[in-house]
């Protein structure tokens, strides 16, 4: 495999074709020039045929099909690791929804440089906008409380974070060779929220939202997520979401995990004032996904 640049973009994606082909345009004609790996989770919509005939020209584009779908969190657990295995010094995740602005990467690596290099801190993380240009709700970063060195560095553009999503983070190699690697049996849901949390909260890895890069995450609606008013059709995908929190609280301490029962307990009384239908089923998922996450220990893994 011919290695292009020092960074590589990985991109998972299932069963998004049109979206698919935005996002790798975007990646391709941005200012600062990268290779592109892509995974694909056994797409069932041609996505494998137009990777195989598009890439058959170019030379930074990196493919990989899993066999089977194994979610968001299996995707970049899969890609993340070839990424470093393949020699890059740094990794800028997405997903295939995710549109970069053109200037999106070069704003991350002069991030990099105003933070002295990859050994300074542990991810970065780009504005997330909507189709429209106002904030996407989903992909919402937490901010940590300001200290003397978060000064200096605000007045350049740079917030420290203890949270973010993977609709674009630039993690240095170094980064993820300590950390390891997301969570795959998270499946979808909450991988992201682990992962970056492990490495700014319980490794105290500092980490920056850069104001200045910018994406669009092309969701169909721009709203968060929420068991009491989403559709009733997608309760189930809570189950992901409640049990993936408890392990990630857990994992934080007493602290973390009074926070994970307090936010049940408010997800229950959200259910009962403000869901239109199927109240029991709601919390249902609630109260057993924090039964059932109490015994769900995935381990983390490393790389080599």
């Excluded at 968001?72 to 929804?97: H, L, S, T």
């Excluded at 002069?110 to 996407?136: F, M, Q, R």
């Excluded at 992201?192 to 490794?203: F, S």
């Excluded at 609280?249 to 995990?257: I, T």
Aim: proline letters at 2%; glycine letters at 6%; a positive charge.
């Amino acid at each position: 495999m011919l290695q292009l640049n020092n960074v590589v973009a990985v991109v998972v994606t299932y069963n998004r074709l049109e979206m698919l082909k935005k996002c790798i345009s975007a990646i391709e004609n941005q200012t600062y020039s990268c290779d592109i790996l892509i995974v694909n989770n056994a797409s069932t919509d041609n996505t494998e045929e137009w990777i195989m005939s598009y890439s058959q020209s170019k030379d930074n584009i990196i493919y990989y099909n899993t066999g089977e779908n194994i979610g968001g969190a299996g995707g970049f657990n899969y890609g993340m690791r070839k990424a470093v295995e393949a020699g890059y010094d740094y990794v800028w995740v997405m997903d295939d929804d995710c549109i970069p602005n053109t200037d999106a990467l070069e704003k991350l690596m002069n991030a990099d440089k105003i933070l002295g290099g990859p050994e300074n801190y542990g991810y970065l993380s780009s504005v997330v906008l909507w189709t429209d240009g106002t904030e996407c709700k989903m992909n919402r970063q937490k901010f940590k409380k300001t200290t003397v060195s978060g000064d200096y560095y605000r007045k350049k553009g740079l917030q420290a974070v203890t949270q973010a999503t993977f609709v674009s983070l630039l993690f240095p190699a170094s980064t993820i060779r300590k950390a390891g690697l997301p969570i795959k049996e998270f499946f979808i849901w909450g991988d992201d929220i682990e992962y970056t949390r492990r490495i700014a909260v319980r490794m105290d890895m500092p980490s920056y939202l850069v104001e200045d890069s910018a994406v669009i995450h092309a969701m169909k609606e721009n709203t968060g997520s929420n068991i009491a008013t989403d559709v009733s059709e997608r309760i189930n995908r809570y189950n992901y979401a409640f049990r993936n929190e408890n392990y990630l609280y857990r994992k934080e301490g007493l602290k973390g995990f009074y926070y994970y029962t307090a936010k049940c307990v408010f997800n229950i009384l959200k259910i009962l004032f403000k869901a239109e239908n199927r109240r029991i089923a709601r919390c249902g998922v609630i109260l057993k996904c924090f039964i059932r996450g109490l015994f769900f220990n995935p381990k983390i893994e490393y790389i080599g």
